[in-house]
């Protein structure tokens, strides 16, 4: 009796951990419970995920720059190493890529990322055309079930965005009409740099242009410093989109976090005068949002490089705030910039006596670590908090707004189609060409 009584807990013990979580079993640290990781640019940004992914298996490394790459080789030896990122997520191990490249192959990388079924962090933006945020967006919702992803908006995980969507779903400003983000940076370029003597032998030029068009070697767009040097080539339209992919990625996401939207029906947009080479510096977008299930439509503004919104009280001066959002209702108004808000109401019931303010039990709960969160959900439920369909929907809004700057009149959209319906020329500005041999959905 008692050698059938320890063959039944064995059994039990034994079919119980089959469907136990890894962790439970050998340790958080354990081998089997550790994610293989390509990282894709080893400098700069990729500099900021060493730690994080010190703790995984990093099975692969990619950057153009030989010097880079080894400089990611000296932290993480055992990883294969690659010049190209086609042939780097080929690599039959590798299960989620970290991708810290320059803005105009993002939106490649994720779709050949997800054509792979490998889980994926992409530094922002997701893309730099309508049209290639709303493929990589379509995507990943095909995948939602088995993929995680992740968009680089790290200030999301800062505690302050979710004190500002209690407060917005919470009615402390009333039943809200309007919303604007704006960022004050100002980086002024001519037009592309001139053609300047030749690459140097460990920089793999070509593969840096990858599916943009050709452009001659200039040492000016590699002069920046470790993390910053997209500065460097972002306002070009063939590597980036300017501020609207730079800090109005992080910025308009402190309001898209609170108001729940689904994609714009209008855009209009204006500012300096249109140069097919560089992205402008100052310049505002407007957008009419559809209602949804607890506010009426409203509509929403970006502003940059000077453009702003208009003051909400003669006690506030908008432009002592660098990066921040206002949100206009009809008993007040909130401002709020990265790490702080502040609360103004208006009108006879300016006491806020309409307004019940939450426990500290019923305050969002800290999400944590932004990158972890992602590390976390490729092991386990998937769900992150700026993933591909969240942030996709805000950019895909943001970029039509660059195609009414660049049709220079307001644009009627359909978000069930993606195209514009009242004037079809401009939706050739919702996407962009591409190289022989670099196409987006490979």
Known sequence: MKRRRFLKTVAFTGAAGLILPRTSLFGADAPSNKLNIALLGTWGRGEAHFAGLAKENVVALCDVDEKHLAYGASRFPGAQQYADWRKCLDQKDVEAVVCCTADHTHAHIAMWSLNRNKHVYMEKPLGNTLEEVRLVRTEYLKKKNKLATQVGTQRHANENFDRVRELIRDGAIGELQEVAAWGNRKLPRPGYLPGEGEPPAHLHYDLWIGPSPYHPYNPGYFSGRSGANCLQWNMYWDFGNGQIGDMGAHTMDLAWNA????????????????????????????????????????????????????????????????????????????????????????????????????????????????????????????????????????????????????????????????????????????????????????
């Open 259 to 442: 108001i729940d939207a689904t994609l714009p029906t209008t855009a209009q947009a204006s500012g300096d005068p249109f140069n097919p080479e560089v992205a402008p510096v100052k310049m505002e977008m407007h957008f009419d949002l559809p209602a949804n299930d607890w506010r009426q439509e409203i509509q929403c503004a970006w502003y940059q490089g000077g453009a702003m919104p208009d003051n909400p009280a003669k006690f506030f001066d908008l432009n002592q705030i660098d990066h921040g959002a206002l949100f206009e209702g009809s008993k007040g108004c909130l401002i709020a910039d990265f790490n702080s808000r502040v609360i103004y109401p208006r009108g006879n019931q300016a006491n806020l006596s309409y307004y019940r303010p939450r426990t500290v039990e019923t305050l969002i709960k800290p999400m944590g670590n932004f990158q972890g969160q992602w590390i976390e959900a490729c092991k386990g439920n998937l769900k992150t908090s700026c993933d591909f369909d969240y942030n996709g929907r805000m950019m895909e809004m943001m970029l039509l707004g660059v195609a009414a700057y660049k049709a220079g009149k307001k644009l009627q959209y359909d978000p069930a189609t993606g195209l514009v319906t009242n004037d079809p020329k401009a939706n050739e500005f919702l996407s962009r060409p591409y190289r022989e041999g670099w196409p987006l959905n490979g």
